[in-house]
């Protein structure tokens, strides 16, 4: 069975008020994860490591060079995957089966519009993201080094 959180393990590169960088131990594994659309992932390094940035509002207990793991809660994961997928898919079927039965003569022109309804959608996850990810609840812990 699939674990129902998201795990990160890695060393805080950087400790600021209310958020904590850290760089991932193991390249992410981040295809088909519902955070990944609103986590608040940075570009990889040289190495291939992954830097991720997480609110948390004790993030000053916290020192570079702390090796920790970061865990995303079940209940943050659902909320990603509403998010990411079943609204998008409710928007796109809601755009072509209304256009379809309000305007018959559109034909694949509704497709279309689902289309275009779902780039609006990316469009407002992306201005959105930093409020979003803000959202998702973060527990870190201090590992045995």
Request: glycine letters at 8%; aromatic letters at 8%; hydrophobic letters at 45%.
């Amino acid at each position: 069975m699939k674990q129902d959180y998201v795990s990160h393990k890695g060393t805080v590169i950087a400790v600021r008020d209310g958020s904590l960088t850290l760089r991932a131990e193991e390249a992410g594994n981040c295809d088909g994860c519902a955070v990944a659309m609103i986590c608040n992932k940075d570009k990889s390094d040289e190495s291939g490591a992954e830097t991720i940035t997480i609110d948390l509002p004790d993030a000053l207990r916290f020192k570079a060079g702390d090796r920790v793991e970061a865990i995303a809660s079940s209940g943050s994961t659902l909320r990603a995957a509403f998010w990411a997928l079943i609204i998008p898919t409710l928007i796109f079927i809601i755009l072509v089966v209304g256009c379809r039965l309000a305007w018959p003569s559109l034909g694949s022109w509704s497709i279309a519009i689902g289309f275009g309804g779902l780039a609006l959608y990316d469009l407002f996850l992306y201005l959105n993201r930093r409020r979003l990810a803000s959202r998702l609840a973060w527990s870190v812990r201090l590992l045995d080094n």
